[in-house]
Structure formats: C-alpha cells, structure tokens
RNA sequence: GGCCCCAUCGUCUAACGGUUAGGACGCGAGGUUUUCAACCUCGAAAUCGGAGUUCGAUUCUCCGUGGGGUCACCA
C-alpha cells in the first residue's frame, strides 16, 4: 500500500485532489447523498485529481444484498466516473471497507498500545443505565468513565472470550479546534464529546475509526460529507492526531430539506436516482439540477456536464440547507428533453414507448413512425413518460369514442345535432381527398376551406376533428397528426364520432 | 436541553464594503396559435430584528429571533 505524499508534487485542494465517495451498502442512494458524489468528482476532475468509490459495509446488520450494484449503477447513470472503486480497483485496493479489517485492527494495537484507547465490557444495559442517571443528574450525556479496568486484565478477559468494544480515551480537558472548508475553524470542548465506540464487538470498525484510517491510507486530500457530521468532526481531529496523521481538509455540505421543511424523505416524494431514471427524467437534467441546489455560478442556469466539469469548485457551495424544487426540477427536464438532438430523441422515445404502451401493442415498434411522431411531441412533454399519454392513439386501430361531453364544449355546447352534422361533413370532405393528397398540408387546406364554407371558426372545427380523431381533447399538432393516422382510420373515426352524437 | 451549524424574492441562487440588490423556477398580464405545449414581451416579489465598526453595510463584530444538525457497538 502506498505511503503518504512526497513533498515536491504535492496533492492540494486545487492540485490533483482525491476526494472519495463513501457509500453504505443499505439502500438506494438519495439525492443528498448522491450531490454528494457527484459534487466530489467534479471537484477532482476540475483540478486534475481521482474520484474513488469506497464501499463502507461496516454495518453487517443494515446491508442490502445489491444494493452496492445499484449505487454503481446510480453513478454510472449520472455520468460520474471514477479512477478507483471496489468493481474496478486500483492502487489503494480493497476498496470494500470488510475486506480491510486487518488494517483497522492493527490501528487498534497501536492505540491500545499508546493508551489511547481502552477495552470496555459494559454491557448494553449498563450504558443505558448511565445515561439515565446522567439525564436524570441534567449532566450531559456520553459514555465516559464507564469502566476502568488495568490493561492486563482487559487483555486477559478478551482473550478469554469476554465480549468488547474499543473506546477511544477522549481527554477530559482543553479545546479541539477542527477546520471546515466553508465554514473556517470550528471549536469543542472536550469535555462535550465522549469516549466513542471505535471497534465494535463483531471486530468491525465504526464509521469513525474507518474514516481516519482509510481516508488517510488512500491519501484523501478533501472529505466532504454531510452537514450532519460538523459534530463528529473533533471526534475524526483526535483521532487523526492520536495516529500521527495529518488531518485532512474537510467540506461539510448542508442537507437538503423538503418542501414543507424538515428533512427530505420518501413522503416528501424524495426518490432514489434510479427511480428518477424510471420516471422519464434524463441523465443531464439531474446532475445539472443536483448542482443547482447548493451551488450556483454567477446568472447561470443550465450548465452541460462539462461546464461544471471547468467551473465546479467545493470551496463555492452553500452553506445555508436548500429545499428540493420539484418544480424546477420537472422545467429543467423539459428544457433538456427539447435541447436533445432529434435522433437521441428518437431513440430514448422508442425505447420509453415500448415499456409505456399497451401490452398488446407489437413490439419491437415501427422506427419509422416513432420518426413522425416525435417531432411532433418533442416540446410537448416534461417527462420522458408523459409521452404515451399523448400519442397512444397512433397505436390503436380502434379508439374508443370519445363521450358527447368531449365533444360538447364551447361552440357545440347543446348542439350534438349540428356537431354531428358537422363531423359527417368533414368525414365525407376527407373522404374525398385523393389518396395521393393525403398529407398534411393538403388536409389543412382542406379543413380551413370546410370551416370557412361552414362559417366556423377553424378551432371551433378542428376542436370537433380533434376530439374524434385523436380521442383526446389536447394532442399532438392535428393535421399531422392525421396524416400519420392515415385517411382510412381517420374518416372512420370521424364516422364514429359523428353516428355516436345524433 | 447541551454542543455545533446556518439565515438575500414563495423556491434555487448572484453580489466576496459602494449595484436602481442580478438571474432562474413558480406566479400574474399580454403577444403568437388548430388544442396543449413551446416561444417572445412585460410585471409583482427578498437582504430576519436590534446594536455596533465604517464616509458607506446584504457583505465585518456582538446580541436576539428563527431554522437545521447532533448527542448509538448507524453511517
């Protein structure tokens, strides 16, 4: 494993950083926790350093089989690429945190040894108990003096078999003053802060223990994290100075709050990045959107992949928490889904239908009509999948006719005689097109004619061919539309339509 | 409650002692229009409160208020 930095060379915030995203393997990554990666790898590539991918599995109780795939996944849907990482490896391997316990357990010796650290036998009940009594005595809570027990005979009873955890022995007295990036120096009391857990009985570290020793053997030049950390900081300060380890600098992200306040959750309709991936919402819309939120660069708002890859900086996040815009979220994908070159759109549509459509819709769809229609309805949605809704009538031979009520608005409120009349009109008009001229321009020509001879206004006209045609009363542009359909199925929905109003 | 962090339009943000406090979403009005969108124009909308420091505070300091985080053998 390789050593420390050398001198000449030498990594910085803004020189060849690494900065790593830790994940727990216990579920879908959320979108606080995901801006957190990908915050951290465009930070490195801005400045020319690696983006490493540590898998922290030292919770045996919470893992979720698959859910380290799904995090890569995640990742990779984003666009985010990383140097090292527990599929591909790397230089600083394993970088599966349960794969590295000997490394923890040797930090434990030497602290052990130093006396740093202390063996602690107290059993769950025992803890509970004190922290009663230090509630009840108003003093502050932590675990403290628990127990005090020689070393030797620590060491005999572990090895006796006896049941531990290792603790750090926090000094009682004086200031821990720890540096945050954003937010400059940030002092505790040590007499606030307790003798924490840094091995668990199961021979797993904590996340503390963890953090220093791994940060530190893959020479980590920035860990950023969440805000909910700030209170752990002089916790991974002691540490670090305890092994002799230069500390590393730190960036503490605010979290990212609900609509209503509070913290966001499922209930807030806070999604996994998968699930925004299911839901018809584009790669470059999330990653721009997920830096939109607690960071923002001068009056700009729509930044490409590789704008934020020369303009992102850690040093420029915000530090006030901000709320999940859903909003702009949902704007921000319609601004995308419209700037997507025809042919992407094309295929991301092909493949969006396939799994939106009826199931008795033959698949593999006509690429041919997917061409004709999606420019149709480019500008028209917001989410890849509000696309079905709009243009399933292309696919089905027989629509259900549309209830008089449909038909029946403005204009032909109380009059499904002269509708109907109307409709047989323009079916018979249609009817007539040669075939040769059944294109749109033709049909509009022919429906603007019909209006005029009708005295109609061409929307109160088309309103009616629209509503029979389509079987919706918003659509797709009509007349191509109608020529997509094709004259056959188009004058017999209007017949339809028609016979269903008189 | 202790400790810690934070505070600009409803929301996301810009301003790094001097601006009519800017942009974006959303909202409202108008234009365009075959529906719906898209698009264009315009509009309403903010520096939490109070003391300081300064010729001058959104910006620096302190106090208050409000919000958030954390007090596990979870991360």
């Not at 959320?30 to 020319?48: C, E, F, P, T």
């Not at 900086?313 to 997507?340: C, E, P, Q, V």
């Not at 409120?413 to 109907?420: N, Y």
């Not at 007539?432 to 004619?449: G, H, Q, V």
């Amino acid at each position: 494993m390789p050593v420390g930095n050398s001198d000449q060379n030498k990594r910085t915030l803004t020189n060849r950083p690494r900065l790593r995203y830790a994940p727990s393997p216990t579920g879908d990554p959320h979108v606080g926790n995901i801006r957190q990666a990908v915050w951290s790898w465009l930070h490195a590539k801005r400045y020319g350093g690696d983006f490493i991918v540590r898998l922290e599995d030292t919770d045996q109780s919470r893992a979720q089989p698959g859910a380290d795939k799904r995090i890569l996944d995640s990742l990779r849907w984003l666009g985010v690429e990383w140097d090292e990482g527990p599929d591909i490896g790397g230089e600083y391997a394993p970088y599966i945190q349960s794969h590295r316990l000997d490394l923890y357990h040797d930090h434990i010796k030497m602290l052990l040894k130093n006396d740093a650290a202390r063996r602690c036998f107290c059993s769950p009940e025992r803890l509970t108990e004190i922290r009663e009594e230090q509630q009840a005595n108003k003093l502050p809570p932590g675990i403290r003096d628990c127990c005090d027990i020689a070393p030797e005979d620590a060491e005999a009873r572990a090895a006796a078999g006896e049941s531990y955890v290792v603790r750090f022995k926090t000094p009682r007295e004086g200031t821990t003053v720890a540096t945050d990036l954003l937010r400059g120096d940030i002092s505790f009391e040590n007499s606030t802060l307790d003798d924490f857990v840094l091995l668990k009985s199961d021979g797993f570290p904590t996340y503390h223990l963890a953090h220093v020793v791994d940060d530190h053997a893959m020479d980590i030049t920035l860990v950023t994290r969440g805000e909910e950390w700030i209170s752990s900081l002089p916790r991974h300060a002691l540490l670090f100075d305890a092994f002799g380890y230069d500390r590393p600098e730190y960036a503490h992200a605010s979290v990212i709050k609900a609509p209503g306040g509070g913290k966001l959750s499922k209930r807030d309709g806070a999604k996994s990045i998968l699930e925004y991936a299911e839901d018809g919402y584009l790669p470059e819309t999330l990653l721009n959107f997920l830096c939109l939120t607690g960071w923002g660069h001068g009056d700009q708002t729509l930044f490409s992949r590789s704008d934020l890859l020369s303009l992102f900086d850690m040093s420029d996040i915000t530090l006030a928490s901000a709320t999940f815009d859903h909003d702009k979220l949902a704007w921000l994908n319609g601004t995308y889904i419209r700037a997507l070159d025809e042919n992407v759109f094309v295929t991301s549509l092909k493949r969006q239908l396939e799994l939106d459509l009826p199931v008795d819709v033959p698949r593999p769809l006509d690429e041919a009509l997917i061409e004709s229609i999606a420019p149709l309805i480019q500008e028209r949605i917001t989410l890849m999948t509000d696309a079905v809704a709009l243009v399933d009538f292309f696919w089905q031979s027989k629509i259900s006719t549309p209830p008089p009520e449909d038909f029946l608005v403005k204009k032909w409120r109380d009059r499904a005689q002269e509708a109907s009349a109307t409709l047989e009109r323009v079916g018979t008009r249609l009817n007539d097109l040669p075939d040769s001229s059944w294109n749109t321009s033709e049909i509009e020509a022919l429906l603007r004619n019909l209006a005029e001879e009708l005295s109609l206004k061409a929307g109160e006209l088309l309103s009616l061919v629209r509503t029979a045609v389509t079987g919706k009363r918003i659509s797709p542009p009509l007349f191509e539309s109608m020529e997509i359909v094709g004259k056959g199925l188009v004058v017999e929905r209007i017949n339809e339509a028609s016979s269903s109003l008189s």
